[in-house]
């Protein structure tokens, strides 16, 4: 079975040793633990907006024969400014797209942001607090798509904070450590290798 997680950096892994890196960690772990024969393919692109994502579906999907697919953006079209309608359509594109060839969506729901300490030149590149208030709103927007169409989530929001018992998982206030990307491959996997998505 092949899974492409399509996404921005924090399906990347931006910061982070390759290995290190959570769609690694949780492909090893389901092989290794679960005793599951998939790969993972990470298709993440650092400072790619959903659009950019709608874009090389084809490429980075379809024509890897994937399985199923984890969709998992938007944010860097909140910092450039672009309108939270802009990202749901092109969400629920990539969704219908990826079930009209027979890959199975699955949505990730991003992990939260800590706005108070991102690092100072991009704080001065985007208001990081408006950024934050709108990842809230596609969140819960993102969660009342999936249930409308029956289609699997992932919710890295609200497992991390659960998850991570007060660690600070951040690098730069928006990118995932090493800490946080193992706690990231942990809930992947719990969903994955649990049968819940598959």
């Not at 199923?68 to 944010?75: A, C, D, Q, R, Y």
Request: charged residues 25%.
């Amino acid at each position: 079975m092949k899974i492409v997680c399509l996404g921005d950096s924090l399906t990347y892994g931006f910061g982070v040793r390759r290995a290190k890196v959570w769609t690694k960690l949780a492909e090893n772990k389901l092989q290794e633990e679960y005793k599951l024969h998939i790969e993972v393919i990470n298709e993440g692109i650092c400072g790619d907006t959903s659009g950019g994502m709608l874009s090389r579906f084809h490429n980075s999907v379809f024509l890897q024969k994937a399985n199923i697919v984890h969709i998992m953006g938007g944010g860097n079209d909140f910092m450039v400014g672009a309108g939270l309608e802009l990202v749901k359509s092109n969400i629920m594109a990539m969704t219908h797209q990826a079930a009209a060839k027979h890959i199975s969506p699955i949505i990730g729901i991003p992990p939260d942001i800590d706005e108070r300490n991102v690092r100072q030149d991009w704080a001065q590149f985007a208001e990081f607090g408006t950024v934050a208030k709108e990842l809230d709103l596609y969140r819960e927007w993102l969660k009342e798509f999936c249930k409308t169409f029956n289609i699997p989530y992932v919710d890295y929001y609200t497992e991390l904070e659960k998850l991570r018992n007060g660690e600070y998982v951040y690098i730069d206030g928006l990118h995932m450590n090493e800490r946080g990307n193992e706690i990231m491959a942990e809930i992947f996997c719990q969903n994955i290798g649990a049968g819940n998505l598959i």
